[in-house]
């Protein structure tokens, strides 16, 4: 069974820092880009940050580049992302997912039930 369980989601000021936490299992982790979504109230889904499976490679969304950080330790099947600096315009759910750029034919799209960020004082 295919599980993505988010954590670290919450409530923080602006200019505060969160990380959160994508726990992966029910596929080959290494094998797989990871990327991170985040959907805010009546917008569209974006594309956050994706890294490739090695971790060699990233992507970041203009409006995160330099505040957020993706990363991933392939022996604990976990991907994260760092974000520092954040701002109102963050708060979202913010989704793990195999969905990305770096995607392979053949690769399975898997999400999983995303976490919710506020950034507000």
């Known amino acids: 069974q295919v599980q993505l369980v988010e954590s670290g989601g919450g409530l923080v000021q602006p200019g505060g820092s969160l990380r959160l936490s994508c726990a992966v299992s029910g596929f080959t982790f290494s094998s797989y880009a990871m990327s991170w979504y985040r959907q805010a109230p009546g917008k569209e889904r974006e594309l956050v940050a994706s890294?490739?499976?090695?971790?060699?490679?990233?992507i970041y969304a203009d409006s995160v580049k330099g505040r957020f950080t993706i990363s991933r330790n392939n022996a604990k099947n976990t991907v994260y992302l760092q974000m520092n600096s954040l701002k109102p315009d963050d708060t979202a759910v913010y989704y793990c997912?195999?969905?990305?750029?770096?995607?392979?034919?053949?690769?399975?799209?898997?999400w999983g039930q995303g976490t919710q960020v506020t950034v507000s004082s």
């Open positions: 890294i490739t499976s090695f971790g060699d490679m990233t």
């Open positions: 997912t195999t969905d990305s750029p770096f995607m392979r034919v053949g690769d399975l799209r898997y």
